[in-house]
């Protein structure tokens, strides 16, 4: 990669004290991760409520099956600062058992699939990019490309004063249900 390039990907790595939950209900596991004033929680989702949100909708059984070869969480980010925090999911990574780097599929990929389908539906992915202002959040799907039950970790980047952190969280797990059609 030349030098250039680096220093525009360059982050600082923060340090994030996560914790994990799980619902004793449903045995559903979710992550949150805090550091300099960002908040990020993933929360595992069934793949029969992923069926159901965009089913209760009217969209068609093509896009759902699409949404369904990936493993779909929660997402949810807050902004625990007084100062403006940024994020774009284009610079968001997950990592495989296997050892490979993938990138996080945006909103805006999603979006274009839809579109060639016919489907004007734009709710649920979460915003590719946003700047919070001090106490904003957004919460929306993040996808990633991995079988149920699978572990990942899941490399995430914000922006605050300028600079660009970095955090990860090891041992994000795909609900390990069965997707169904």
């Given at each position: ?39 990020l ?19 068609p ?17 807050k ?103």
């Amino acid at each position: 990669m030349p030098l250039y390039l680096r220093a525009v990907f360059s982050s600082i790595p923060a340090w994030a004290e996560t914790t994990k939950f799980t619902d004793p209900a449903t045995g559903l596991i979710s992550w949150k991760s805090e550091s300099n004033g960002f908040s990020l929680q993933l929360i595992q989702l069934h793949p029969d409520y992923v069926t159901a949100v965009y089913d209760s909708r009217g969209l068609p059984k093509e896009l759902i099956d699409g949404i369904l070869k990936y493993c779909v969480f929660g997402t949810i980010i807050k902004n625990e600062t007084n100062e403006d925090v940024a994020y774009n999911v284009a610079d968001w990574r997950y990592t495989t058992k296997d050892g490979k780097i993938h990138n996080v599929k945006p909103k805006s990929e999603w979006l274009k699939e839809w579109e060639a389908m016919g489907i004007g539906y734009r709710w649920s992915m979460l915003a590719d990019n946003l700047t919070f202002s001090p106490g904003d959040w957004i919460q929306g799907f993040t996808t990633v490309m991995v079988e149920p039950g699978d572990e990942f970790d899941f490399t995430y980047r914000w922006t605050l004063r300028g600079k660009k952190f970095e955090s990860t969280l090891k041992g994000i797990r795909c609900a390990s249900f069965k997707k169904t059609k």
